[in-house]
């Protein structure tokens, strides 16, 4: 169901249905690469259950994460409303489901809607103060904290507290060494917090998590909700008020 992406779910009755048709349900593998920094984007992505992220690559092979994303959010909105150019790179991270748009198609539909347009500018605010959020972290939060919030994002995304994740691309996305992410991965098994094994991380106490994690994953948490609060309390306005006139 296109609902199960928090978007989606929080369009109008006319804006969902002028999307519907251009929709198509796809599963995303883990790695594939959605778009790489210069591609021409031709789809944008609603996720449901598939985990995304938005990341950076160095001339010296290094991946950086920049956002994490998933069903709260459509991937590729911004190049394709207009250059259709991706600035970064769009990898899966953990594999799901997600539905597909053709590109001109979705910015056809959006030009027609201000409140969906208004929707998209919110969003982009919303990714792009996520990234923002990373630039501080980094600089500012230790790797166990951070590995913390990264991993109750990754659970708020995928639905699932079994996230199938190396220490080496955890520690790639992070951006720091895999000797770093082993020895604090350890220290939350040792808490019990987590329990992993070979290429597999499994959530054993979310609210030892919430305790470890820096502020920064309330921090966009709460962003998120502000993005689709608003837009549900104008849909629900608007709702109450197609019944009362119906
Ligand atoms: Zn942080």
């Excluded at 590995?147 to 220490?167: E, I, K, M």
Aim: charged share 20%; with cysteine.
């Amino acid at each position: 169901m296109p609902n199960s992406n928090a978007i989606f779910a929080s369009l109008s009755a006319s804006d969902a249905s002028a999307l519907r048709p251009h929709l198509k349900s796809v599963h995303l593998e883990s790695r594939r690469i959605l778009f790489d920094v210069g591609d021409v984007i031709d789809s944008v992505y609603f996720p449901t259950s598939a985990v995304v992220s938005l990341v950076v690559g160095l001339s010296t092979g290094e991946m950086v994460e920049g956002a994490m994303v998933g069903k709260d959010s459509i991937v590729g909105v911004a190049a394709a409303m207009d250059s259709k150019l991706a600035f970064t790179q769009a990898i899966v991270q953990l594999p799901g489901d997600a539905f597909v748009c053709d590109a001109s198609a979705f910015k056809g539909v959006a030009m027609q809607s201000e409140r969906l347009l208004s929707l998209l500018f919110r969003h982009e605010q919303a990714v792009y103060a996520q990234a923002q959020q990373s630039t501080a972290c980094m600089a500012a939060h230790d790797v166990r904290s951070r590995l913390c919030r990264w991993l109750l994002r990754a659970r708020d995304l995928s639905g699932g507290d079994h996230l199938a994740f190396t220490q080496e691309f955890l520690a790639e996305m992070l951006g720091v060494r895999r000797t770093s992410v082993t020895f604090d991965a350890h220290a939350l098994q040792q808490a019990g917090l987590i329990k992993y094994s070979r290429g597999k991380i499994q959530i054993l106490n979310v609210d030892g998590l919430h305790e470890g994690a820096c502020e920064c994953y309330e921090t966009v948490r709460s962003q998120y909700a502000k993005l689709l609060g608003r837009n549900r309390k104008a849909h629900d306005a608007r709702s109450m008020s197609g019944v009362a006139h119906g």
